[in-house]
């Protein structure tokens, strides 16, 4: 279907990667039901861009995410894309962060999944997790296991609702956006891909039918040479990789 004849909601939408796909959505001439908690990106977004309207919505709020799934009108797709994480060793966390990482990243998830199943018929459904989702993470380790979690969720809703909603799951490396804005990541920051780019492969994903993809051609090669070691190896070559003692 051409995108000038799509309405598809965007979690995540008010910075990065989410913000970047709701441009080229509305540039494409779709429209875009864009959301997030914080108005003012929100509000910019829709000013520069036509067909964006703007929902605020706290994806920690239950009772916000059925009324959004009850009164959003008809649409085309969903890109589920806001996710939150946290850096550092595990040891120091604490539980309120990582129930609050497990909601957004995967109650929310599951409530606007089911929420939308309706309106999502005939249409397209795409989960943004990561490769972190693939290959184990130390010292994002709750936020791998979120990830872990949408790429065997997202493989398993797609067969179930094979032939009425298309699902996929785009699973992106390291992108410089607010998430990674951050001095536990400054080492990274030279590695990092820029969001636009990443923004374009997440919507030539978004209209295709296909069930993965890991943007960008160094992420692929590592994510397949990940595959022939075995998880306990790749997790500890992952733990030197990002030990940061
Ligand atoms: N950056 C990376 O290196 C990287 C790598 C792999 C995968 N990813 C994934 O890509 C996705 C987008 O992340 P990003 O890098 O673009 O990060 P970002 O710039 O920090 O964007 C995160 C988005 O999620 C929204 N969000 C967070 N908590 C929310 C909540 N409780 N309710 C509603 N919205 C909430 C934020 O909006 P508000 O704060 O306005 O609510 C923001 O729009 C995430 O799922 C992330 O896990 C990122």
Redesign the pocket.
């Known amino acids: 279907m051409p995108l000038s004849d799509q309405r598809v909601l965007v979690?995540?939408?008010?910075?990065?990667?989410?913000?970047a796909l709701s441009v080229l959505l509305a540039q494409g001439g779709a429209k875009v039901v864009a959301?997030?908690?914080?108005p003012d990106?929100l509000e910019d977004l829709a000013e520069r861009h036509a067909g964006v309207e703007t929902r605020i919505?706290?994806?920690?709020d239950p009772e916000g995410i059925q009324a959004l799934c009850a009164d959003a009108g008809p649409l085309t797709g969903a890109v589920l894309?806001?996710?939150?994480?946290d850096v550092g060793r595990f040891a120091d966390g604490s539980d309120a962060l990582d129930a609050a990482m497990i909601e957004?990243?995967v109650m929310a998830n599951i409530r606007l999944a089911r929420g939308l199943h309706d309106a999502l018929e005939g249409g397209r459904l795409v989960f943004?997790g990561?490769?972190?989702g693939q290959i184990p993470l130390p010292y994002q380790a709750v936020y791998s296991g979120t990830?872990a979690f949408l790429h065997n969720f997202a493989l398993a809703l797609r067969e179930e609702w094979n032939g009425r909603t298309s699902v996929g799951v785009f699973e992106?490396?390291?992108?410089k956006?607010?998430?990674?804005d951050i001095d536990a990541l400054a080492t990274l920051q030279d590695h990092?891909a820029d969001?636009d780019e990443v923004a374009a492969e997440l919507l030539a994903f978004y209209t295709s039918d296909r069930a993965i993809r890991v943007p960008g051609r160094l992420n692929r090669l590592s994510a397949h040479a990940a595959r022939l070691l075995p998880d306990a190896t790749l997790a500890r070559v992952m733990e030197r990789i990002y030990r940061r003692d």
């Open positions: 979690t995540g939408a008010s910075s990065g990667l989410g913000r959301t997030a908690r914080r990106p919505l706290d994806l920690l894309n806001a996710g939150v994480t957004t990243n943004v990561s490769m972190a990830k992106p490396g390291g992108i956006t607010e998430m990674t990092l969001p």
